[in-house]
C-alpha cells in the first residue's frame, strides 16, 4: 500500500476545462514533487516544494500551476491543457536535508492518468 | 554533471533465469543510488537503495545491487526470476536532485 495518495486516479478533461490533481501524504516528509510521465519514458520533475515552499519550478507552463496548502497536501490546478498534457502525473515525497534538498529515496503516489481532449 | 544510463531499453529472460539489469552513473561527488520498479499503471516503487553503506545492497522481492565505485556501476539483479517480476527498471542517483535513467522493461518468458 502505498502511502502517497493521489487523486482521481483518472482524469479527462477538455481544452477549457479547469481541474485539479491531488495528492496527500502523512509520513511527516518536508518535500514533495509533481513529475510528468509520458509513456515508455522516464519521470520528468515539474516542481519540488520544500517546507510549503516552492523551491523548483522546471520550466513548467503557467497553464499548470502547483499549490501546497499544507505539509501533508500538495495540488496541481490544471487550466487550458493541451492534448500534448496528457501524461501520468506522479506526486512524491522525501525527507528533506537542512538544505532543502532530498538525499533520500522519494515515495511515489499511485498516479493521477489525465487525458485531455 | 550527474546523469545516469541504463543499457538495454529492453530485457527478455525465461521464467527461472537470472535477472541482469545495467545502470551506470556518473557523477562528482558520491551518490545516493536508487532502483525503483513500475507495474503497468502504477506509481514507482522503491526496491532498494544504497547510501555509502555496504556495497551490497538486498531489496525487496529477491532483488539485489551491488555498488561498484571503480566502474561506476550499480547493476540490478536477481537469481531466478518470477512473471510477476515483468514490469519496468528504473535507475536513479540522488545529488540534490534526483536523476532518472531511462527505464529497462523486463519481459520475463514462461
Known amino acids: 500500500d502505498t502511502e502517497v495518495t493521489q487523486t482521481p486516479k483518472h482524469l479527462v478533461m477538455g481544452m477549457t476545462n479547469k481541474k485539479s490533481l491531488k495528492c496527500e501524504q502523512h509520513?511527516?516528509?518536508?518535500?514533495m514533487y509533481w513529475y510528468k510521465q509520458k509513456a515508455k519514458k522516464p519521470p520528468e520533475l515539474m516542481f519540488v516544494y520544500s517546507y510549503e515552499k516552492l523551491s523548483i519550478n522546471e520550466s513548467v507552463p503557467s497553464r499548470f500551476s502547483p499549490e501546497c496548502p499544507n505539509s501533508s497536501l500538495l495540488n496541481l490546478h490544471l487550466h487550458a491543457l493541451q492534448p500534448e498534457d496528457s501524461a501520468l502525473y506522479l506526486c512524491?515525497?522525501?525527507?528533506?536535508?537542512?538544505?532543502?534538498?532530498?538525499?533520500?529515496?522519494?515515495?511515489f503516489g499511485e498516479g493521477s492518468r489525465l487525458t485531455v481532449l | 554533471a550527474q546523469s545516469v544510463t541504463q543499457l538495454g531499453s529492453h530485457v527478455s529472460v525465461s521464467e527461472g533465469a537470472l535477472v541482469l539489469l545495467r545502470c551506470n552513473y556518473s557523477?562528482?561527488?558520491?551518490?545516493?543510488l536508487f532502483w525503483y520498479v513500475q507495474y503497468p499503471n502504477q506509481g514507482l516503487q522503491l526496491l532498494l537503495k544504497?547510501?555509502?553503506?555496504?556495497?551490497l545492497v538486498k531489496g525487496i522481492n529477491g532483488f539485489e545491487a551491488e555498488f561498484k565505485k571503480s566502474e561506476t556501476s550499480f547493476h540490478l539483479t536477481k537469481p531466478s526470476a518470477h512473471m510477476r517480476d515483468a514490469a519496468e527498471y528504473f535507475c536513479?542517483?540522488?545529488?540534490?536532485?534526483?536523476?532518472f535513467g531511462s527505464g529497462t522493461k523486463l519481459n520475463v518468458k514462461p
Open positions: 557523477s562528482s561527488v558520491p551518490p545516493y
Open positions: 512524491a515525497s522525501s525527507q528533506t536535508t537542512s538544505g532543502g534538498f532530498n538525499t533520500g529515496e522519494l515515495f
Open positions: 509520513m511527516g516528509h518536508r518535500a
Open positions: 544504497y547510501t555509502s553503506a555496504a556495497t
Open positions: 536513479a542517483v540522488s545529488v540534490n536532485k534526483f536523476y
